[in-house]
């Protein structure tokens, strides 16, 4: 199983990026998406979760900006990052929790996609 992410990027304060997280393998069923990120010199940190029944949750600081949303027959989440802040800055990793193959059921992290918000 890998995860694999997409649409990091450079962008001004108040803009939006869409970062996209596709998992690939010999998947039946995944259980919990989530996004989580890390800024220089400081833990990783949850951002938004999503369940597989759609159930979401987002930290505090991103509430009202962000959004994560996700496409079950794809194995791809999505995470919606609007009015972005210069505190938004760090790298963004997508997280795989529950992932259900043939023969085991395990977590995954992808490789991670650098955010970075400056004018």
């Known amino acids: 199983v890998q995860l694999v992410e997409s649409g990091g990027g450079l962008v001004q304060p108040g803009g939006s990026l869409r970062l996209s997280c596709v998992a690939s393998?010999?998947?039946?069923?995944?259980?919990?998406l989530g996004w989580h990120r890390q800024a220089p010199g400081k833990q990783r940190e949850l951002v938004a979760h999503?369940?597989?029944?759609?159930?979401?949750n987002y930290a505090d600081s991103v509430k009202g900006r962000f959004t994560i949303s996700r496409d079950n027959a794809k194995n791809t989440v999505y995470l919606q990052m609007n009015s972005l802040k210069p505190e938004d800055t760090a790298v963004y990793y997508c997280?795989?929790?529950?992932?259900?193959?043939?023969?085991?059921?395990?977590?995954?992290w992808g490789q991670g996609t650098q955010v970075t918000v400056s004018s």
């Open positions: 393998g010999s998947i039946f069923a995944i259980n919990g």
């Open positions: 997280n795989a929790k529950g992932v259900i193959t043939k023969t085991s059921m395990s977590d995954y």
């Open positions: 999503i369940t597989s029944g759609g159930s979401t």
